[in-house]
T-cell receptor, first 116, second 113 residues
Framework: QQPVQSPQAVILREGEDAVINCSSS?????VHWYRQKHGEAPVFLMI?????EQKGHEKISASFNEKKQQSSLYLTASQLSYSGTYFC?????????????????FGKGTKLSVIP | KAGVTQTPRYLIKTRGQQVTLSCSPI?????VSWYQQTPGQGLQFLFE???????NKGNFPGRFSGRQFSNSRSEMNVSTLELGDSALYLC????????????FGPGTRLTVT
């Protein structure tokens, strides 16, 4: 089942912060975050595994609350380069065993526009 | 390392024809997943291949098929094309372990007329 992302769109001024949420109705094993710029392929940002781990690099971080089946992506001090559509992809109850099946289900995306 | 490559980048086909798309994963990656991306439906999972075997398949009709070769390169085939098959087809490669980061190729833009 497709995860639900919110908000659908957000406009920020440079330097402002934003939070993008991703919710699922099913128990999750992992949450993946990607950013896609217009006309380009999605770019991997980070992966969070079951365990409530928080990750981040530079000014982009994310958390994963497995009990609530939610993940949030935090963008701080936004830059013009942050503009794009952010997707979360979720997997349910799978480990990364070599022989197992694996499927990512993506949300519809959150369009982020950063303006000067 | 070279990234994921997809060929062709653009394709125009007529309804009823068939098409084959190709994906070469990052060197060392044995998993290739295929996605269809459209403005209305977003990114939808087609199937995943790992070690030449289809491991999982999304909710697409049997007209969509794929295969993976011993060098991990993958092809996707769509037969009897319909107008609704017009989309960006993305493949993503992964090493699967220790985690499942997927790295996307640039995609093939398929237009069915």
């Amino acid at each position: 089942q497709q995860p639900v992302q919110s908000p659908q769109a957000v406009i920020l001024r440079e330097g402002e912060d934003a939070v993008i949420n991703c919710s699922s109705s099913k128990a999750l094993y992992s949450v993946h975050w990607y950013r896609q710029k217009h006309g380009e392929a999605p770019v991997f940002l980070m992966i969070l595994l079951k365990g409530g781990e928080q990750k981040g690099h530079e000014k982009i971080s994310a958390s994963f609350n497995e009990k609530k089946q939610q993940s949030s992506l935090y963008l701080t001090a936004s830059q013009l380069s942050y503009s794009g559509t952010y997707f979360c992809g979720t997997s349910e109850g799978q480990t990364y065993s070599g022989a197992g099946s694996y499927q990512l289900t993506f949300g519809k995306g959150t369009k982020l526009s950063v303006i000067p | 390392k070279a990234g994921v490559t997809q060929t062709p980048r653009y394709l125009i086909k007529t309804r009823g024809q068939q098409v084959t798309l190709s994906c070469s994963p990052i060197s060392g990656h044995r998993s290739v997943s295929w996605y269809q991306q459209t403005p209305g439906q977003g990114l939808q999972f087609l199937f995943e291949y790992f070690s030449e075997t289809q491991r999982n398949k999304g909710n697409f009709p049997g007209r969509f098929s794929g295969r993976q070769f011993s060098n991990s390169r993958s092809e996707m085939n769509v037969s009897t094309l319909e107008l609704g098959d017009s989309a960006l087809y993305l493949c993503a490669s992964s090493s699967r372990t220790p985690s499942y980061e997927q790295y996307f190729g640039p995609g093939t833009r398929l237009t069915v007329t």
